[in-house]
């Protein structure tokens, strides 16, 4: 739109945050055209999912716990924290090889230690489960 500044500025205040276009409505409606690939993904992402349980579970992490969840995010858990040194410690390990991991500090019914990943891709789970062995080791 052409205005002056002060219209402008009001007039922003009641548009979307962002715009989409043509090109990107045309996606999002092939997409909600497609019926097989929701259930695709929910496959693979359960497949991933039962992978790393099984592949944490197997592993010899001592120092963390993996609880048990039915969405596509998985809780894990440090043992025996004390203060909050060693979660940001592993927190910082893990965003240096791009893992990021949810810090839950702030989640009602959660004491210290906890942290949130999101289930992805197979490859994914498996960095994320290596990433955890490595700092294990190290401390």
């Not at 959660?110 to 498996?126: P, V």
């Amino acid at each position: 739109a052409f205005a002056n500044p002060p219209l402008l500025k009001e007039l922003k205040k009641y548009r979307d945050p962002w715009s989409v276009n043509v090109l990107a409505q045309e996606a999002g409606m092939a997409a909600l055209q497609d019926e097989k690939y929701p259930s695709y993904v929910r496959k693979l992402l359960w497949e991933s999912k039962e992978e790393f349980f099984k592949n944490f579970s197997q592993s010899q992490l001592k120092k963390l716990d993996l609880h048990p969840s039915t969405t596509n995010f998985a809780l894990i858990s440090l043992k025996d924290v004390e203060t909050d040194k060693e979660k940001l410690e592993l927190l910082q390990q893990l965003g240096e090889q791009g893992i990021l991991l949810r810090d839950c500090y702030n989640f009602r019914g959660l004491e210290k230690g906890y942290l949130r990943t999101a289930i992805k891709d197979k490859s994914s789970m498996e960095a994320l489960l290596k990433g955890l062995e490595k700092w294990e080791k190290e401390n």
